[in-house]
């Protein structure tokens, strides 16, 4: 039976590896890898898990951490070259998909939240707002018990800017009532 797609034998999953390696600013693992280049039916998880130790293997990508990889100037090099063997529509949905991703990392670098449990049985949640100079906020708030503090967590981190740009704006409003 013919496979439908455009990704037919292992030099397509590789050379779809390289496109997509070459356009993410961070290390990423094997899971990431596979959604990043799952832009068409006929690729697998197994695919991805068969072609990185051989691309490894050929100098094409490195092991920096525990399971992170990133391309190396071979595999950039190789890649440029086998680029237009993509099909189009493969390679702007994994441009998409790549530069999706490189947003969210960089974002998630620059908004971070800690708890800190204290002694009373509720919770402080640090949370803090950076950018790529300096930090523009930290913000302190206690929370009753450990749901809400995960609550007010996963809540900062989705709407970060939006926090930081209501208490600069109520902050500096010329709206100040003498009483």
Same mark, same amino acid.
């Given at each position: 039976m013919q496979r439908l797609g455009f990704i037919h034998d292992m030099l397509d999953v590789k050379f779809l590896i390289l496109y997509v390696m070459a356009r993410v600013s961070y290390p990423v693992n094997m899971q990431q890898i596979y959604e990043l280049c799952? $832009?068409?039916?006929?690729? %697998?998880?197994?695919?991805?898990? !068969?072609?990185? #130790?051989? =691309? *490894? +293997?050929?100098?094409?990508l490195m092991e920096v951490d525990q399971d992170s990889y990133e391309i190396t100037e071979k595999g950039r090099a190789d890649g440029s070259l086998t680029e237009d063997s993509i099909a189009f529509t493969v390679r702007q949905r994994a441009e998409t998909a790549v530069s999706r991703f490189n947003r969210q990392i960089r974002r998630s670098s620059f908004v971070k939240t800690q708890l800190i449990p204290r002694d009373t049985g509720d919770?402080?949640? *640090? =949370? %803090?707002?950076?950018?790529? +100079? %300096? &930090?523009? =906020? !930290?913000?302190?708030? =206690?929370? #009753? &018990? $450990?749901? $809400?503090?995960v609550d007010l967590?996963?809540?900062?981190? +989705? +709407?970060?800017? &939006?926090?930081? &740009?209501?208490?600069? !704006?109520?902050?500096? %409003?010329?709206?100040?009532?003498?009483?």
């Open positions: 799952y $832009q068409d039916d006929c690729l %697998s998880y197994f695919d991805v898990c !068969t072609a990185i #130790p051989e =691309m *490894v +293997k050929s100098g094409h919770v402080s949640v *640090v =949370m %803090s707002l950076d950018d790529e +100079k %300096s &930090n523009l =906020m !930290t913000l302190e708030m =206690m929370a #009753p &018990n $450990q749901r $809400q503090a967590c996963r809540r900062f981190e +989705k +709407k970060a800017e &939006n926090v930081y &740009n209501l208490i600069l !704006t109520e902050l500096l %409003s010329d709206d100040d009532e003498e009483e």
